[in-house]
Structure formats: C-alpha cells, structure tokens
T-cell receptor
Framework: EPEVTQTPSHQVTQMGQEVILRCVPI?????FYWYRQILGQKVEFLVS????????KSEIFDDQFSVERPDGSNFTLKIRSTKLEDSAMYFC??????????FGPGTRLTVT | RKEVEQDPGPFNVPEGATVAFNCTYS??????FFWYRQDCRKEPKLLMS???SGNEDGRFTAQLNRASQYISLLIRDSKLSDSATYLC????????????????FGKGTHLIIQP
C-alpha cells in the first residue's frame, strides 16, 4: 500500500538556523499539506499546496515558513530561522482529491 | 474561528464492550468530516469518513447530525488494539471551486481498552 514518507525522522537544530523538512507524497496524489503537532497539543494545519502553488495557509504559516515542490516527487517545508517554539512534530499529508488526507510518519523537530 | 471540541477522556472500557464518543464543530459551513486515530507519538491515521446518512465500517459506525453540529463514533466489540486517541476532524471548504482545504482537528478522545 502506497505511503507518504518523510525525512528525517528527527532533526535537532539550534535556534536561528534554517531547516528543511522533506516529504514524498503518494505518487498519484495532487494535493499536499503540512501540519504540526506540539507535544501534548492538537494537530494544527499549516499550509496546503495544489497545482504548484499555495492553496491555503493558516496564521501559523508566517514569513519564516515556505514550501516548495522542487521536482515531481518531493514536497518540502522550510523554516528560515527556527525559534524554540517551532519544536514540534511536523506531518506531511497528501490526497488525491480535496477530501481524505493521508499522513506521513512525521519529522520530530527539536530546536535548542 | 473553526473549532472542533471533544471530551478528552480517558475512556476506560473492558474488552468486548461498546463505546461511543461525540464531538461538536463550530463551523456550520463545514463540508466533510472524518475520524482519525492516533497512537502515541505516531501520525494520524484515517479511520473513516463521516457521511450525512451515517456509515458503518466493520465494528465502527459514524453519524453526523448537521442540525446540532455534532459527530459521533461508535465502536462495537472493542479490541485491545482499539486503544488509541480518536481525533474528530472537519474540513471546511471556504472558497468556491474547492481547493486543498486544511483539516481542523479536535484535541482527541483517549480510549483505553482493558483486558
């Protein structure tokens, strides 16, 4: 069964550094998403991407964040200058249509 | 602001019992609803979509009440492997023509099935 994959599984970075989180969505999916979950809190939507552009973004997704689909398979989330409060689990998701979304295993980001 | 509210539990239930939990949503424009399950420190996994007429998938039954803006999940003949956090989710299509709308998650209901 096809799955969304994410790398790395765990990323430790220092405050102020840039990080890039990578995702490979399910191959025939057209809609891509990033979510985050701070430990002990609910899953929060960050951004969605369709047809090579951002479709929707939340208030969390400020100028420090960007997304890119650099080739036909990868979908990346960049955080330009990490803050302590960016420490969270980041989930990528994809869907074939704007309904059921399938999540990857996540990248645990720790900012020190 | 879109909100989905759930009783956090935990619900402690003996194996084989039936358990039900509800959630409420605030956005009357919400189009689609889902139940996901999340195991500790893992990703949300889609359990089932929720349809207006109600739907069943094996031991799981989901119901939607648009007038009262609540969604329910019923689990029959519960198994030890059903122990997880159950996330109530809605998707609000706020723009015409659809698009890649983000999901709004509840905080989840923690379910513990006891042997």
């Amino acid at each position: 069964e096809p799955e969304v994959t994410q790398t790395p599984s765990h990323q430790v970075t220092q405050m102020g550094q840039e990080v890039i989180l990578r995702c490979v969505p399910i191959s025939n999916h057209l809609y891509f998403y990033w979510y985050r979950q701070i430990l002990g809190q609910k899953v929060e939507f960050l951004v969605s991407f369709y047809n090579n552009e951002i479709s929707e973004k939340s208030e969390i997704f400020d100028d420090q964040f960007s997304v890119e689909r650099p080739d036909g398979s990868n979908f990346t989330l960049k955080i330009r200058s990490t803050k302590l409060e960016d420490s969270a689990m980041y989930f990528c998701a994809s869907s074939v249509a704007p309904r059921e979304q399938y999540f990857g295993p996540g990248t645990r980001l720790t900012v020190t | 602001r879109k909100e989905v509210e759930q009783d956090p539990g935990p619900f402690n239930v003996p194996e084989g019992a039936t358990v039900a939990f509800n959630c409420t949503y605030s956005n009357s424009a919400s189009q689609s609803f889902f139940w996901y399950r999340q195991d500790c420190r893992k990703e949300p996994k889609l359990l089932m979509s929720v349809y207006s007429s109600g739907n069943e998938d094996g031991r799981f039954t989901a119901q939607l009440n648009r007038a009262s803006q609540y969604i329910s999940l019923l689990i029959r003949d519960s198994k030890l492997s059903d122990s997880a956090t159950y996330l109530c989710v809605d998707r609000s299509s706020e723009r015409s023509g659809g698009g890649a709308d983000g999901l709004t998650f509840g905080k989840g209901t923690h379910l513990i099935i006891q042997p």
